[in-house]
Each structure stands twice: as structure tokens, then as C-alpha cells.
């Protein structure tokens, strides 16, 4: 199973890649081919949401961060993808979370450090991913990010960000160039699934999404 | 022959003369004051004795790189008011023209604070033997999840960003991971005993800076020059 975020969505818009061009519809394109393209590969793929309003199921909430993290982590994915979209740039920008995969890193909160022990894995994914985009010719950058929600997802996960062909960012909205991104992602999650293990190193519990405060705070 | 009427509007014309003259004395006199208080010399600040040198961890949106630079600036002594008035420093560089990770101007930074590590927090543990009267007893045990300093003296800053920074701030992983990461190098480079970084907005936490870069989390004070590209 993949999971795929189409980041943003409803009202939040992401940010304004052109005067016409937002990047909620940049991301949710791209897993729209994305996922035909995997099922077409025989992998069952999960999204976050399928339409704009991005919204809980029977319920007219928008989605929260927390709500994607919490989905993904309930569907146990061999690899999560959260899918952004930028005007800076060129080609394909892959991040792992900033996490440390060992002992150290502060815990005052396991939810927002849910990822670490996946770290490790979350950088293969990438490595795969980012043979098979330079393969596909298409200019890549790789690097580590906080990202919300990827640090805590309990899952190899990325933050894969589409930026433009060349230096146009009209060209983000072209349908071929998302078309090859996506086939060159597929293609390195179809090696990838029979390569992904446990994590090393396991949380002592692994956490659930936090219940909301009822005045609205997040925790 | 001078008629009636033509002496009371004389008189009338005398007496707006005068009034008018009074005023424009007044307005005169407010006007001086005015001035003598903006020329007033007397520090209302305690004085920042000699400029010294310190590095500011500028970002680059072209490369996405992190550069330390040497600026020569006045600071105060005082730790958090030193890391404010660095963080203050840093954001206005980026409000200069040509600026290669431009921001907007004004201030970004409303407070501050370095708490000193580890921060004492306690749990409640609730014990599996109920009382004689049924009621469960609780104590106070020591937060086994506290943060723990990576040595001694070691401190967390928790920076309060001002709202109207943080939602004029461009929208983007790349954009908004260098802004943070700038902030960290530059704590890391001139307060080394901040250890770990943790952001507020108007004094709330917040998920997001634009839209990507995560404020929840506490992040780990590092030099950000070096590249934390992925093995």
C-alpha cells in the first residue's frame, strides 16, 4: 500500500505558484496520475483526500495536519508521500524529515517525533526516489526538512515538492510534466516494495493522534 | 461721524486680532516644547557599550544555502535580550533591497525567553491500588519526557514570533526551512549554550509557518552552514 497527501486543500491554498496556478490543484493533479499509475502497478494507494474541499469523511471539517498524519498511520503504508508543489527552483525537490534517527532528539511530544524510528528507511525511499528521477532527467534535490505532518508518520515518508520545468512555473500546471514525474516516482516505488522493512529501532508505544483540546488548541 | 455699528465691528475686528495673536503664541510655545522633548538627550535604554562582532547565518533562496557572515553590531549583555536583538538583526537584513531570501520588513520578533534545561515537569502517576475509600490515588512523579540538556547549562529558547511576520511570510518547504534554519544557526553561532530552539506566534504554538515548515517541533541548535543533506 502507498499512501499519498495531496498537501493542502478547501481554503488553504498552499502557496501561489502563478496569478492562475495554486498549489493545492498542482498537488492534487499530481496524485491523481500518481495513483492511476501505482494502481496500474498492482499497489493498493490510499490519499489523504480526492477532492478540493479536502475535508473528514461524512463530515464537513476541513482536514488537519494531525488528521493526515493520523490516516496514514492507520493504513500502515510501505511508503507515505506528501506531495507540495513550488515556484522556486527546478525539477524535484526530495526531503526527509530532520529528525535524528538515533538517541537525542528532544521527546516532549512522541506524536511530533513519531518518525524518527523510521528515519533511516525515510532516507532509502529517498535515495531510490531520487535515482529514478535523475534517471528520468529530470533535476533533483535532496535534503532533509520539518515538514508538517512527516514527523509523525509512522511510515517511510517524504515531502515530495514539484517545482517547474526549467524556470517556468507555468509549467507546473503542464499535464506531460507531471505525467513524467509521476512515472519516474512509480517506477522507483515499484523496487522499493520489496525493499522496505521495520524501522531498527521501535518507539516504546507507538503514538495515536493527540484528542483534540476541546477549546481548539493543538497540543 | 463714525456710526454705531461701524464701532462694534471695529471692536469686534479688534478683539479676533487679539484672539488670533493668542492662539498662534500658544500654538508657538506647544510647537517648542515639542521639539525640546525630541532633542531630550536622556537614554531610556540601558547603553550597548562597544559594537562586537557576530555571525549571522544568512540564507540563500538561489542555492539553498546558509552562509555565515560577520556583522559588527551593538548588543546588550543580558542573554535574551542579546538573542532578540540578534534575531531582530537578522530579520532586517533580510528586508534590505537585493536582498537573496527577502522577507518583509518591520519587527518579526515579539519576545525571547531562555529556559534553562532540563525543564521540571511532572507527571501524574495514578496508582493500581485503589484506597480503603475507593478513590484512586495520584501522585507527582518526575516527567520521565522532560527535555534533558545535552550538557550542563544548556538552555531552550522559545522565540516568540509576532503574527503579522509570520503570516506575511512567503509559502514554501524550501523558503520557509531556510528562515528557521537561519534563526538556529544564528542562536547556535553567538548564544552556544542554546541547545534547543521551539517557536511561538503572538505566544501560542502554531503548526506551520506558511503553510510547510513545522513549529511544533523542537528542533536541535546546529551549526546550519553544514548541509544536512540526506546519506
Not at chain 2, 141 to 155: C, I, K, T, W, Y
Request: proline share 9%; hydrophobic share 40%; with cysteine.
Amino acid at each position: 500500500m502507498i499512501l499519498l497527501d495531496p498537501a493542502h486543500g478547501g481554503v488553504d491554498s498552499g502557496s501561489r505558484i502563478t496569478d492562475s496556478i495554486a498549489e493545492k490543484d498542482v498537488t492534487l493533479n499530481l496524485a491523481f496520475k500518481l495513483r492511476s499509475l501505482l494502481a496500474a502497478r498492482g499497489f493498493n494507494v490510499v490519499m489523504t483526500h480526492d477532492s478540493d474541499s479536502a475535508t473528514e469523511p461524512n463530515s464537513p471539517n476541513p482536514l488537519t495536519l494531525d488528521d493526515r498524519a493520523g490516516i496514514a498511520n492507520h493504513a500502515h503504508p510501505v511508503a507515505c508521500l506528501l506531495l507540495h508543489a513550488t515556484a522556486a527552483g527546478n525539477g524535484v525537490h526530495l526531503y526527509s524529515s530532520e529528525l535524528n534517527p538515533t538517541a537525542g532528539e528532544p521527546t516532549a511530544n512522541p506524536w511530533l517525533t513519531a518518525q524518527a524510528p523510521w528515519v533511516v528507511q525515510s532516507q532509502r525511499l529517498q535515495k531510490q526516489l531520487g535515482t529514478a528521477l535523475t534517471r528520468a532527467g529530470i533535476p533533483l534535490v535532496m535534503s532533509r526538512a520539518s515538514v508538517r505532518p512527516v514527523d509523525s508518520l509512522t511510515c517511510p515518508a517524504l515531502v515530495v515538492e514539484l517545482a517547474p520545468d526549467g524556470s517556468d512555473a507555468t509549467s507546473l500546471g503542464d499535464a506531460s510534466y507531471q505525467q513524467r514525474v509521476a512515472e519516474a516516482l512509480a517506477t522507483a516505488l515499484v523496487f522499493w516494495k520489496n525493499q522496505a522493512q521495520p524501522p531498527d529501532r521501535l518507539p516504546a508505544a507507538i503514538p495515536a493522534a493527540p484528542f483534540p483540546d476541546p477549546t481548539g488548541a493543538r497540543p | 461721524m463714525i456710526s454705531r455699528h461701524q464701532r462694534i465691528l471695529f471692536w469686534v475686528l479688534i478683539g479676533c486680532i487679539l484672539a488670533m495673536a493668542s492662539l498662534l503664541f500658544w500654538e508657538r510655545e506647544r510647537a517648542r516644547d515639542r521639539v525640546s522633548a525630541l532633542a531630550d538627550a536622556t537614554p531610556i535604554d540601558a547603553p550597548y557599550t562597544n559594537t562586537e562582532s557576530i555571525t549571522l547565518d544568512l540564507a540563500n533562496d538561489s542555492d539553498g544555502s546558509i552562509t555565515g557572515v560577520t556583522r559588527q553590531i551593538a548588543l546588550p549583555d543580558e542573554a535574551t535580550a542579546r538573542a532578540r536583538a540578534l534575531l531582530e538583526h537578522l530579520v532586517a537584513e533580510y528586508a534590505l533591497p537585493g536582498s537573496p531570501h527577502p522577507l518583509q520588513s518591520g519587527a518579526a520578533i515579539d519576545d525571547v525567553f531562555l529556559l534553562p534545561l532540563p525543564l521540571n515537569g511532572h507527571a501524574i502517576q495514578t496508582s493500581t491500588n485503589p484506597t480503603p475509600t475507593g478513590a484512586t490515588p495520584t501522585s507527582l512523579v518526575a516527567d520521565p519526557n522532560a527535555l534533558q540538556p545535552q550538557s550542563p547549562g544548556g538552555e531552550l529558547a522559545v522565540i516568540d514570533l509576532r503574527s503579522n511576520f509570520v503570516n506575511a511570510h512567503p509559502s514554501g518547504v524550501e523558503v520557509e526551512t531556510l528562515t528557521l534554519q537561519s534563526i538556529i544557526g544564528t542562536l547556535h553561532a553567538n548564544l552556544p549554550q542554546i541547545e534547543q530552539v521551539r517557536f511561538l506566534v503572538d505566544g501560542q504554538p502554531r503548526e506551520t509557518l506558511a503553510g510547510h515548515a513545522d513549529l511544533l517541533r523542537t528542533y536541535p541548535s546546529r551549526d546550519t552552514t553544514v548541509p544536512d543533506v540526506a546519506p
